[in-house]
């Protein structure tokens, strides 16, 4: 299996079995079981890298905006709004994305062995989480 199959079937099973509510852990369990360490999202461009035990893959996605724009300055609290809409089921992942975007996130690194995401924004700023352990098994 090469890295490209490993996130698909990892995906996939995450798909299957991830809650609406509060999913986000069981996804991350499903890559980190399957051998992913890191992934990183960039924002606007919405593209996500994803470093496996197999090698590093990239995915493209739909750009949130094009064109030339303005970073919008980091705002921590709409981030934080931003998570807890997510994380309550309130919203679509490219909803999150763009909220994300508007608070300032130019992009964002899950470390699934820390199990920690970290928010960048222009300037040096950062927003970090945990989130909890669960059992996809």
Request: net charge negative; proline share 4%; hydrophobic share 45%.
């Amino acid at each position: 299996m090469n890295a490209v199959e490993l996130v698909q079937k990892a995906l996939q099973k995450a798909e299957g079995i991830r809650p609406k509510v509060g999913g986000f852990p069981y996804l991350a369990e499903c890559l980190r079981q399957a051998g992913v360490l890191k992934n990183v999202w960039t924002l606007p461009a919405a593209q996500s890298a994803f470093w496996t035990v197999k090698g590093s893959i990239v995915m493209t996605n739909v750009p949130l905006v094009t064109g030339t724009y303005e970073v919008p300055a980091f705002d921590e609290e709409a981030l934080i709004r931003t998570l807890r809409a997510d994380q309550a089921g309130k919203m679509t992942f490219g909803q999150f994305l763009l909220a994300a975007w508007e608070a300032g996130v130019t992009h964002y690194e899950v470390d699934f062995t820390a199990r920690t995401v970290t928010y960048f924004g222009a300037d040096d700023a950062f927003y970090k989480e945990v989130y909890p352990a669960v059992d996809v098994d």
